[in-house]
């Protein structure tokens, strides 16, 4: 009996798997054609009835194959349901409905020699090769297989230079008979439609309001995962804005432009080295910087404003406003265009990331978050790159430097004035500018005294801990030590260890706990329904909540809750939201972390200092969720709390971390640097 009984769960299992695929696909498709069907043309509107009026196993067939990348199949290999089935739902979804296309294509739309081979495996490919009179096959890799056989394809057969009336074999001849070669060895093969599948990617895009990559994880997949239990979502008010997008054609360009930055972003993870993939990065920027050039003049233009109103908007609605363009084709092309700049830096193309910089900076339409980052750059272009190199000696070639370098300094200047710039931009600018000052000659009555001047940084606190280190393990990675048990063990473990000595409870939290704390205390806040930032049932944060506007639309809650922080009112918060949420999917909280511990630290914060660090949170989600120390310990019974960031031998501090620990010492917060050394250090 206990096959069946297995055989029985597995059928269950399949159903209910086949259940929740289709029960998410076919609520998106209601949901978007409910609100937002004006996003589709009729032509669109008619595949998509179409689709709902197919049988429920060939809806389900699609969706399984729309989670994959775009690739021909063979249909022996589909494994969702009895083959027989498989096979009919194959021939539903590659007939055309009537005035709409087929969502598959079949064996017969194969024409491609590369995509056929790769259908293959070695073996398969090392027998097709034989058959073609390949010869010395042994240890080729399936590239290298793969390249032969193409060759042969390439060549014209001996006896076809003797046929009579005939020119011989064509290269259209020899590619299909290679295509068969390789349809005998797979059977019936399938690929869905790119046509029909980029029309459900957009679908898909409109829904869940992010761009969709065929074959990646994507939202759809932990929306399954959530129906089948397998995930929780917090508990929330779902607020869909059917105004969104513009219109078609904004949804159209916006998914262009997206999948263009994608692949910027794809060939920019390549090293500096390999030229010809930022050449590519390159084109792709060089092939849509007109459509910026003309898209600034348009936001300049209108009179309203466009151009500017970035996330610290005075009024809540005009932040909102600003978050809803992260959905429009400007925000992809803006997106686009930096990575451009960094193509052009990549390749040393100075001159043109210049332009690309300050074009950037003459709007605050978009991305205003990262504007400290460009008057960084733009400056030290100015200061060494876009220079002359060698000018002792050369008067022209001096005052051409000295040109150079005033630039620079008004660049500074200009970043100092723009209150779009954060705390740690602040800093490293003020030391460019004072940099630039001094090879200028400038005394320090003729330099800068800007009030936003941040030039040092807090002194900090630090102690040493001495450790042994573990040899003979490979340098890459962090350092291993021997603990106090004598199991090796990482850095931070080592100084926990040594602070519990001095009377201290701590976790190696890093982030974890200033973020999970963060979010128990302002849950319903970040989950307010705001227009355009909770559309579907399937998020663990708000569509804004890494966005420059996050705290700006939010303003009079966060600071009434921030207040009440203040006045000591936090604990039965925490206690209550952990004990309703614990195990919800919400972003950058670590249920690991007991709500015990986090009540203790938030106790020895007290409501004044734990409001400090929450405020750094909410203004600056994006920048402040990374960069915390990585040790939190505490005294229950002394009351005291200290945050330390743990560094061994070479390790330094990033500005991040500087920032987090510079914030924590102004608000009356203990936080120092413990150093891990040798002893012979």
């Known amino acids: 009996m206990e096959p069946v009984d297995e055989r029985a769960a597995a059928m269950d299992a399949q159903a209910t798997d086949r259940q929740s695929y289709l029960q998410i696909f076919d609520r998106i498709l209601l949901t978007v054609l409910r609100a937002e069907a004006h996003l589709f043309s009729d032509g669109e509107r008619v595949i998509l009835s179409a689709f709902s009026d197919l049988d429920r196993h060939s809806r389900y067939l699609y969706t399984r194959l729309f989670m994959r990348k775009l690739a021909w199949i063979r249909v022996s290999g589909l494994k969702y349901g009895e083959p027989m089935v498989v096979e009919q739902s194959c021939k539903y979804l590659s007939a055309c409905a009537p005035g709409a296309a087929a969502f598959l294509q079949t064996e017969a739309d194969l024409g491609d020699c590369s995509e056929a081979l790769a259908l293959l495996a070695v073996p398969e490919l090392r027998a097709v090769a034989k058959a073609r009179g390949i010869k010395q096959l042994t240890s080729k890799t399936k590239e290298a297989l793969c390249a032969l056989v193409l060759k042969s394809t390439k060549q014209r057969t001996v006896t076809s230079f003797f046929q009579k009336g005939s020119k011989g074999d064509t290269s259209k001849q020899r590619t299909d008979a290679l295509v068969q070669d390789v349809l005998r060895v797979t059977g019936a093969v399938v690929r869905l439609n790119p046509v029909v599948a980029e029309l459900f990617e957009r679908l898909h895009l409109v829904f869940f309001r992010a761009p969709v990559h065929l074959g990646d994880d994507n939202s759809m997949k932990f929306a399954v995962l959530a129906t089948i239990g397998q995930l929780r979502f917090p508990a ?93 084709p400007g925000y992809a092309l803006a997106r686009l265009v930096e990575r451009g700049a960094r193509f052009a830096a990549n390749l040393k193309r100075f001159e043109d990331e210049r332009e690309i910089l300050e074009s950037l900076l003459s709007q605050t339409a978009y991305r205003v978050g990262r504007r400290g980052d460009w ?278 501090l990033s500005e991040t971390q500087q920032d987090w620990l510079d914030i924590l010492i102004a608000s009356g917060i203990d936080a120092e640097v413990c150093l891990v050394r040798e002893p012979e250090a």
């Open 375 to 652: 008057y960084e750059r733009l400056a030290l272009l100015h200061a060494t790159h876009l220079r002359p190199k060698r000018a002792r000696g050369d008067a022209q070639a001096l005052d051409q430097v000295a040109q150079a370098l005033a630039q620079a300094r008004a660049v500074c200047v200009r970043a100092l004035d723009d209150g779009h710039v954060n705390r740690v931009s602040l800093h490293a600018i003020s030391r460019q500018l004072r940099a630039i000052e001094s090879k200028l000659g400038l005394g320090a009555d003729k330099q800068s005294a800007h009030p936003r001047l941040c030039l040092e940084w807090r002194p900090l606190p630090s102690r040493t801990v001495v450790g042994v280190r573990v040899r003979g393990v490979t340098r890459r990675g962090p350092s291993t030590w021997i603990g106090d048990d004598a199991v090796p063990c990482s850095v931070e473990q080592l100084a926990l260890w040594r602070y519990k000595s001095d009377g201290y409870d701590g976790l190696h939290s890093e982030n974890a706990l200033a973020t999970t704390l963060f979010a128990l205390l302002f849950w319903d806040i970040i989950f307010h329904p705001l227009p355009g930032v909770l559309d579907t049932e399937y998020q663990s944060q708000p569509l804004d909540m890494t966005s420059d506007s996050f705290y700006s639309s939010r303003r009079a809650l966060i600071e009434a809750r921030l207040g009440d922080i203040a006045a000591g009112h936090f604990c039965r918060t925490i206690r209550d939201v952990y004990a309703r949420e614990c195990g919800a999917e919400c972003a950058s909280v670590s249920w690991d972390l007991a709500c015990d511990q986090l009540l203790a630290v938030a106790t020895c914060l007290g409501g004044r200092r734990l409001a400090a660090v929450c405020r750094v949170l909410a203004t600056e989600y994006r920048l402040k969720r990374s960069g915390f120390p990585d040790l939190c310990l505490w005294n229950a019974e002394t009351g005291k709390v200290l945050f330390a960031e743990v560094k061994g031998p070479g390790d330094k």
């Open 236 to 328: 929330y008010p779902v607020v869909r804005s059917a105004d969104l997008f513009a219109s078609r054609e904004a949804v159209v360009q916006f998914k262009m432009l997206s999948e263009v930055g994608h692949a910027m972003g794809v060939l920019l993870a390549s090293p500096v080295k390999q030229t010809e993939d930022h050449e590519k990065g390159w084109e792709l920027y060089s092939a849509h910087r007109h459509a910026w050039a003309a898209h600034l003049s348009d936001i300049c233009a209108r009179p309203d404003g466009a151009a500017s109103g970035g996330a610290d908007a005075a009024t809540e609605p005009d932040a909102i406003d600003y978050w809803r363009r992260h959905l429009t």
